[in-house]
């Protein structure tokens, strides 16, 4: 990779940052200005669809959850040795 894409690979990165931060700002914005009640027919609605279309869980997801615990520990562990 030459010079030239670094610098064109910091600025895509740099880019991304700040597009991201400002979409953080909208969405804390509309979150915030949004009139629940105004909306409140769309909101039951879009609750209610949810209920009558979800697909019902086979499990609780603790099983995965500790997977990814042990998946985590054993980064660590690996990583306080490289050390």
Known sequence: MNESDEKTIRLW??????AGNALEEIKRHESESFEYVKHQEVMDNT?????????????SGLV????WFMKIQEKMLRKGNNE
């Open 47 to 59: 609750l209610q669809s949810a209920c009558e279309h979800r697909k019902p869980r086979l499990t």
């Open 13 to 18: 990165i740099e880019t991304w940052k700040k």
């Open 64 to 67: 995965e959850q500790q997977r």
